[in-house]
């Protein structure tokens, strides 16, 4: 049976996970694709409304690291990569890949 820290940690993972992912998606779609769509077709309003989707997605993703990280656990390094992760495109998706091995560690350490 897990405890009740280690359950909340699980959850905190798989939140974590999923708010990289999103953080991921959106920095593609808005590097991608609205950017493009304004430069080359001419169409702003893709920046207007791919923009503030990101700015939000990047806000809960950096309030969801602090919490993350605050559960204690965490090196330095990983920590750098979590935050480093948030500024290169495809990062966000490495780092999921990084928190789904922990998460899988520490549901199998029971």
């Known amino acids: 049976m897990l405890s009740a820290a280690r359950t909340e940690e699980l959850s905190q993972l ?3 996970r999923a708010v990289s992912l999103l953080e991921g998606t959106t920095l593609l779609l808005l590097v991608g694709v609205a950017v493009p769509l304004k430069h ?3 169409y702003p309003i893709a920046t207007r409304l791919i923009g503030p989707v990101h700015g939000i ?3 809960l993703y950096v309030w969801m690291l602090i919490q993350t990280v605050s559960m204690g656990g965490w090196s330095r390094g990983e920590t750098a990569r979590m935050v480093l992760a948030a500024f290169i495109p ?3 998706f ?4 990084a928190l789904a091995r922990r998460q899988s560690a520490l549901a199998d350490s029971n």
């Open 14 to 16: 798989r939140r974590m």
């Open 94 to 97: 490495l780092n999921e890949r």
């Open 57 to 59: 997605a990047f806000v």
């Open 90 to 92: 495809f990062g966000a």
């Open 40 to 42: 080359l077709a001419g």
